[in-house]
């Protein structure tokens, strides 16, 4: 039963304890539904629950991060306004909290052009967080008015705030921490003394992590991958260091020798660029390929688009390499992982730097004899469905193309999307009405000509980011144009399918599809799959 009112949603609470005549509350991330606009504000909420909580900072469009100081008198929090999404611009401020409320916030760092997140206090009474003023998101410390890098490197320490209670480092109250960074796209851990500004890089066999927590002064808790294993919560002895799995989320149909490990490559790309990729070469001992050719290459393209494809263990990853096919999962210009300058290069040319970087990855490896350039697919979701869309209608270097819930009219999702996304396509494509020519330049829907090839769509029908008449649309214009297509609705499904039913579905439509398009037929047993208008290949 809720024990708050309608209409009102928390997030991100920490624990106010008891003191003197004031009993023990929550303060929360609380965002207010009870209009049209929906409003964003710290609360403090009184236990047990009397009403939606007394409001104790607003006035942003957004907040995070609610961290309260050890002694109890000093709060830390995020904020920032539109048009700038989290990993553009922030403010980390730090306030007196009083039985009355907060007392004039004041500004510790960030800014419109500096992205700062996780504010953490440690028992001294500094304040740790993590800024990307170097042109990484590298942890820094606060304490007496002066603010210094702790570990300086050409590294990640945090991912874009795309979800509340991101925890990338943890503080183990003996003056050290534990941080995870990303180099190349790869995760590490290190242990960090934080008055040297030295550290000890860990080695463990894994390359992501996230969700770090404190067991005790001697063991964490975190969620990793390798690139042979799924994910799995587990406990590292730091000091060895050594790990014990608690859960792992499941184990794997593959045979070690079975599984394609992920490769860096980085290519040339368009105007001078260079872009970066994880490339899976097939892998299956079972079976080879016939003498004298090449592997057909899938080209994958993650959501966000201020995402990153990572190198872990990924059975929709597996799933094509076990089955002959090559992979690459290109983090394209705007993909997070490689600092700030390179997930800028996206602002203004969404549509292009993305499509470009793709197409760059793929002829990489057609020159580099890693894959067959007549057998050439694309395949993405969300942002990267748009991605694929604009691919395949401003190239020639793809043969077919699976579209995942895809944008087709750029207008229609600055206009239909939810609070948090309403302006991301401000730095994305530009301001509307005063860039309405370069969103309409931008959409799929546009360019309809430069379809050639079969495209599969397939969609949630209860998707509210990427509504359903925005593959619905795609889908018609293509059958008007007679390019081959194949739409796959899915009742119940919303933004990204989460129904096992629905994934195992959807993977073996797109196999069906390429399967029919290329010309050979899969070992699988697939459920029929009709794609309107193809020529079967000889």
Same mark, same amino acid.
């Given at each position: 039963?809720?024990?708050? +009112? ?14 003197? /005549? ?38 942003? /469009? ?34 007196? !909290? ?21 504010? @953490? ?17 590298? !942890? ?20 874009? !705030? ?67 294993? +799924? ?5 590292? /002895? ?52 016939? =003498? ?16 990153? &494809?990572?190198?872990? !263990? ?17 983090? %394209?210009?705007?993909?997070?992982? %490689? ?37 050439? &697919? ?12 604009? &691919? ?31 302006? %991301? ?8 009405? @005063? ?13 309809? /000509? ?10 949630? =029908? ?7 008449? @925005? ?15 194949? %739409? ?34 899969? =070992? ?15």
């Amino acid at each position: 039963m809720p024990v708050t +009112p309608p209409n009102y949603r928390y997030a991100d609470c920490i624990a106010l304890p008891a003191a003197g /005549d004031a009993g023990a509350a929550l303060i929360c991330v609380r965002e207010d539904h009870t209009a049209a606009n929906v409003r964003n504000m710290l609360v403090r909420l009184s236990l047990p629950v009397t009403g939606a909580g007394e409001v104790l900072f607003e006035g942003t /469009d957004f907040v995070a991060y609610p961290r309260l100081s050890p002694d109890g008198r000093r709060l830390a929090f995020i904020s920032w306004n539109h048009p700038n999404m989290p990993w553009d611009g922030t403010e980390l401020k730090v306030a007196e !909290l009083t039985p009355q409320g907060l007392k004039a916030p004041v500004l510790i760092a960030g800014g419109a052009s500096e992205s700062v997140l996780e504010p @953490q206090w440690d028992r001294d009474g500094t304040l740790y967080f993590i800024s990307d003023r170097s042109g990484f998101w590298n !942890l820094y410390a606060q304490r007496d008015a002066q603010v210094h890098a702790v570990w300086p490197r050409a590294a990640e320490f945090a991912e874009p !705030l795309w979800s509340f209670g991101q925890s990338n480092y943890v503080l183990l109250g003996d003056g050290r921490a534990c941080v995870s960074f990303g180099e190349r796209g790869f995760g590490r851990l290190a242990i960090v003394d934080l008055k040297a500004g030295t550290a000890r890089v860990l080695d463990l066999p894994y390359v992501e992590f996230s969700h770090l927590t404190k067991i005790d002064g001697q063991h964490i808790a975190a969620i990793a991958s390798s690139s042979k294993s +799924p994910l799995s919560i587990i406990s590292i /002895d730091i000091a060895k260091p050594a790990v014990t799995t608690l859960r792992i989320a499941g184990t794997s149909p593959l045979a070690p020798e079975a599984v394609s490990v992920a490769a860096p490559i980085d290519f040339p790309s368009a105007s001078g660029r260079t872009g970066h990729a994880f490339f899976y070469p097939p892998a299956n001992p079972r079976y080879r390929g016939t =003498a004298g050719t090449l592997p057909p290459l899938l080209a994958l393209v993650h959501g966000g688009p201020t995402a990153q &494809a990572s190198p872990g !263990l990924r059975s929709s990853v597996q799933f094509w390499t076990s089955r002959g096919f090559a992979v690459v999962d290109v983090n %394209y210009g705007g993909s997070s992982g %490689y600092g700030r300058s390179y997930r800028r290069e996206l602002n203004g040319q969404w549509g292009v730097v993305d499509a470009e970087d793709v197409i760059a990855a793929v002829r990489f490896l057609i020159s580099a004899k890693r894959a067959d350039p007549e057998r050439t &697919a694309i395949s993405g979701g969300s942002a990267g469905g748009y991605t694929v869309l604009v &691919a395949l209608s401003t190239s020639d270097v793809f043969r077919a193309g699976a579209d995942f819930f895809g944008v087709s009219d750029m207008t229609a999702l600055a206009r239909d999307t939810h609070k948090f996304e309403s302006r %991301y396509l401000d730095s994305l494509i530009g301001p509307l009405p @005063q860039t309405q020519a370069v969103y309409d330049s931008r959409s799929p829907l546009n360019h309809l /000509d430069g379809f050639k090839v079969p495209v599969i769509v397939l969609q949630g =029908a209860d998707d509210p980011i990427v509504p359903p008449n @925005q593959s619905e649309r795609i889908v018609e214009a293509l059958r008007a144009r007679h390019i081959p297509v194949a %739409y796959v609705l899915y009742p119940g499904e919303s933004h990204g399918f989460r129904k096992p039913e629905t994934i195992i579905n959807s993977l073996q439509a797109e196999l069906s599809f390429f399967g029919q398009v290329f010309g050979f037929k899969p =070992a699988d047993q697939l459920p029929p799959l009709t794609i309107e208008g193809l020529v079967p290949a000889s």
